[in-house]
């Protein structure tokens, strides 16, 4: 029976690149950019700061378009931009018909790209923590390594933010060593910027929060299938202890932040956080808070850059690790882990600055970081302007 799904999908995958390919009748569009953030879901990541930059440089001829599902748009979409969404027709055609296609996640292996075409493969994360693709799965074969092997061949450049990155990401993804650009990610850029607190009173306004407030943001990571928690993790962060804690360690008064993973539920509430899962760009929240919470989150490697503190909540760390693994030990990452709530407070009250900030240091030494604040600009002097 699995051999008869295998063969049905692989039908699937090659007929569907066969029929798709009457579009080639139709010229590419050489000055036309196609951006995309997880598949529609957000205007958010690597492919908005390029997009945005792009922008402001006011290129003459460039033909704007980005994939975006929600029908209320943002206002950087509502100009001098075409809009699709995922898995539309007008999706498909602007695809294939792109000079330029810019990716976080990549494009499905059924889309028969062009030779001529130049995929950008920015991914959504940096570091090296959690397992990924094909590495998660360690007997993936036949339509899953096909599908793998079609996919990065139609990868022209795959955006690296540390040396240790592209090792795990040639293991999980295939990615060829030749097609990495080791420039580090456009959406780190703005934590080596001078006026990356720009953001803090738009999001302070946006949830009635209180210019003289401390913000912790709790931002635990999608679980998928592995998944030992009972509910959200949102319940099992005792939220009262932790705003205690905080208090008593920093002073000043505090209010918890809680963003869900884009996968995950965006409706919890409660009197003693903030819901704030709806915003969906991350590095603004993260320029903007003071504390960080996560779990297994690359937000870590974002986060390192901002040396503000940082705490790793993990209750099913036992059952998580079991299950997807890591690539680094979870001992070596930037910040230390707590398996309950009494142990984040420990850590909090430990907590030294000048001691993590040498972790942070050490960390992405190790992991030999290409972050240095100029991707975005490096993207594109060398991967879109000299192809256009």
């Known amino acids: 029976m699995r051999h008869f799904f295998e063969v049905k999908e692989l039908a699937s995958i090659y007929l569907t690149r066969f029929l798709l390919k009457i579009i080639y009748i139709i010229p590419l569009d050489s000055k036309k950019i196609f951006f995309s953030s997880y598949e529609g879901k957000q205007f958010s990541c690597n492919p908005k700061y390029l997009f945005l930059k792009l922008r ?40 294939l018909t792109s000079k330029i296609v810019i990716t976080n996640s990549g494009i499905t292996a059924k889309m028969p790209i062009r030779k001529s075409q130049v995929v950008i493969n920015t991914w959504h994360g940096g570091g090296a923590y959690k397992k990924v693709g094909k590495d998660v799965d360690h007997k993936i074969n036949g339509v899953g390594n096909i599908f793998h092997r079609i996919s990065e061949r139609q990868t022209t450049y795959f955006i690296s933010s540390s040396r240790y990155f592209s090792k795990v990401m040639n293991s999980a993804m295939g990615i060829n060593n030749k097609k990495y650009f080791n420039s580090g990610m456009p959406r780190n850029d703005i934590f080596f910027q001078k006026n990356r607190y720009e953001f803090d009173t738009m999001i302070r306004k946006n949830y009635n929060l209180e210019s003289d407030i401390h913000l912790v943001l709790y931002a635990p990571t999608y679980r998928g299938k592995v998944n030992a928690l009972d509910g959200d993790p949102i319940d099992q962060l005792d939220s009262k202890m932790l705003i205690q804690t ?5 002073g000043g008064n505090w209010r918890l932040l809680y963003r869900g993973h884009y996968y995950g539920n965006k409706n919890a509430d409660s009197d003693w956080y903030v819901n704030v899962s709806d915003y969906q760009d991350m590095q603004e929240l993260l320029t903007t808070i003071d504390i960080l919470i996560t779990d297994y989150s690359s937000s870590i490697w974002d986060f390192s850059f901002t040396n503000k503190p940082a705490f790793l909540f993990a209750p099913d760390i036992d059952d998580y690790q079991e299950k997807r693994e890591f690539y680094t030990d979870i001992m070596e990452w930037p910040y230390k882990m707590a398996r309950n709530n009494k142990e984040l407070s420990d850590l909090i009250f430990q907590y030294d600055s000048q001691k993590q900030v040498k972790r942070n240091k050490q960390h992405q030494d190790k992991m030999g970081s290409y972050e240095k604040g100029n991707a975005t600009m490096e993207i594109i002097n060398d991967l879109i302007i000299n192809k256009l």
Not at 56 to 80: A, H, M, Q
Not at 81 to 90: D, F, G, I, P, Q
């Open 56 to 95: 402001s440089l006011d290129i003459e001829g460039i033909t704007y378009v980005y994939e975006y599902n929600d029908p209320i748009l943002p206002d950087e979409l509502k100009c001098g931009v075409r809009v699709v969404t995922h898995n539309s027709l007008r999706y498909i055609f602007e695809i």
């Open 246 to 250: 905080l208090e008593k360690k920093f």
